[in-house]
């Protein structure tokens, strides 16, 4: 993988570049679609390829049990659960499962709410579905009942028989009802994680014949001693020669700690090398990330929070329970194939609502093409911006017409 650097910020961390992978090239700031189980729910490979997505993004653990078929078919990029479908193709990222393993552990769901999670507390020890150790995580598998494990040499393994161009380093996530003593000793089982899952990616990064990339996953909640230590640590890494090929950002911390935090891993971590924010796409956070230094987002919101009747505009979201019968467009000026083709705000809240399942699925698509390609864009202007020397101004721009502030 390579990893070019066309343009920086004047604040020295924020920057525009192309990675290249063996599956293609992502210009960056990029946001990565969010495949969990190796496809876009309701949103056929075709349709990823017309809405201008780079990337898309899968996940290890729900994919552990499908990874020999995966491996069989040459790599998540040419595998599809349904044979008869269009296949990807493209740049692929996968998740190392952590963050589902932390969600059975902690009890707190599969979204860690930035707004939401302030008062927090955890799962009693003895209720919860994952314990942590040394080794790695034991837990029961929600789906079947059975228990299961990973640590980093098996998620390593899961994610190179899976074959995406870029996997993440086995971490702990904490939650915001972690104390800072229980946060250094997550961090400090968390670096060594890094260490024995760095070197099982090396034995097996080039099994399907190509180049599969590690990155290193950097926590330390909302720490700046932890988050700086760790982001020195993981940079300097080497395992047999073999350093991590670009940094995961990620964590359990507040909406208005977020620039500081990456500010704080970005200002340590090594300048030349890629880092993907894990899980947030709302506007605001994706202009923080950019400005302070990640190159690749993902987050399943787009489509989440489409599926909810939510779709973003230039204006701010709408609410689709307040569109009965209103026959505007979704977004005036919006380039996307619902949008292109006149869908009505009307027409989508009347499939949306329909008990026709036919018609349920005929508006996840059309809403989700919608949401994602709006996501897909902002990232493309965002570079245009930082390569035009006007970041600044069409932030200032954008965010003054979607907040209303």
């Known amino acids: ?157 899961i994610q190179c028989r899976i074959g995406a161009d870029i996997h993440m380093a086995f971490d702990e996530l904490t939650s915001l009802a972690d104390t800072y003593e229980y946060n250094i000793e997550a961090l400090n089982r968390t670096e060594r994680w890094a260490e024995r899952s760095l070197r099982e990616h090396i034995k097996h990064r080039d099994d399907l014949g190509y180049r599969q990339n590690l990155y290193g996953v950097l926590q330390g909640g909302r720490w700046e001693d932890l988050r700086r230590r760790t982001a020195k640590t993981l940079g300097r890494m080497i395992v047999d020669g073999v350093q991590f090929d670009g940094f995961g950002l990620g964590g359990a911390f507040l909406k208005e700690d977020l620039g500081e935090i990456l500010r704080w891993c970005n200002e340590e971590l090594p300048f030349h090398k890629p880092r993907h924010l894990l899980g947030l796409s709302h506007p605001d956070d994706i202009f923080i990330g950019a400005e302070t230094g990640a190159d690749t987002f993902d987050c399943v919101a787009p489509t989440r929070e489409a599926r909810h009747g939510k779709i973003y505009t230039r204006d701010g979201s709408l609410n689709l329970r307040k569109f009965a019968n209103v026959g505007h467009v979704l977004d005036p000026g919006c380039d996307c194939a619902t949008c292109r083709e006149g869908w009505t705000l009307g027409s989508l809240r009347a499939m949306w609502r329909s008990s026709d399942p036919e018609q349920k699925r005929k508006y996840y698509r059309l809403a989700s093409i919608h949401n994602l390609r709006f996501i897909v864009r902002l990232t493309e202007e965002i570079r245009a911006a930082m390569l035009e020397n006007s970041f600044d101004q069409y932030k200032h721009d954008f965010l003054h017409r979607y907040y209303h502030t």
């Open 1 to 157: 993988m390579e990893f070019t650097i066309e343009k920086t910020l004047p604040n020295g961390l924020g920057r525009a570049g192309i990675i290249k992978t063996a599956h293609g090239e992502i210009k960056t700031p990029a946001f990565m679609c969010v495949g969990t189980n190796g496809y876009v729910r309701f949103v056929p490979a075709e349709d990823l390829h017309a809405l201008d997505a780079q990337a898309m993004l899968s996940n290890g653990y729900h994919l552990r049990r499908q990874s020999p078929e995966i491996t069989k078919a040459g790599g998540l990029a040419e595998w599809s659960p349904d044979p008869s479908a269009t296949t990807w193709l493209g740049p692929t990222l996968t998740d190392s499962g952590g963050f589902q393993v932390m969600s059975l552990g902690s009890g707190l769901g599969k979204v860690v709410s930035m707004e939401k999670e302030r008062h927090v507390t955890n799962t009693a020890h003895k209720e919860r579905l994952a314990h942590v150790s040394e080794k790695g995580v034991s837990f029961i598998d929600p789906f079947d009942g059975q228990p299961d494990f990973i640590g980093p040499e098996e998620s390593m393994q």
